[in-house]
């Protein structure tokens, strides 16, 4: 059974595997496939361009790249997954990791 934390945003292509935990003010742009048994800790953001992007090339944030996070993952309080980046299964991202 999912749980979903609450002030979640997600995006309408977001996909969530069986037996996986949202914290807290998670974030979603564009389309992201999470896994079976995960853990998405408080304040996560996925899916969104890096700022760099934005200043260097002064075009808007694009958010069409997928996002794949595998099964059996944890990803730490306020980390940044960027958009078109795939976590394998069974890995972890620490804690305000981008």
């Known amino acids: ?40 800790q ?6 969104k361009e890096p ?6 090339y002064r075009k808007p944030v694009k958010t069409t790249g997928k996002v794949f996070i595998g099964s059996n993952c944890c990803i730490g ?3 940044v997954i960027y958009s078109e980046v795939t976590v394998a299964d069974n890995c972890m991202i620490g804690d305000y990791c981008s």
Not at 17 to 40: M, S
Not at 51 to 56: E, F, K, N
């Open 1 to 40: 059974m999912n749980q979903i934390g609450e002030n979640c945003i997600l995006s309408k292509k977001t996909t969530i595997g069986k037996n996986t935990c949202l914290g807290n003010n998670v974030i979603t742009y564009g389309e992201v496939i999470i896994g079976d048994n995960c853990v998405i």
């Open 42 to 47: 408080d304040n996560v953001v996925i899916g």
């Open 51 to 56: 700022v760099h992007s934005v200043a260097l």
């Open 77 to 79: 309080t306020s980390a």
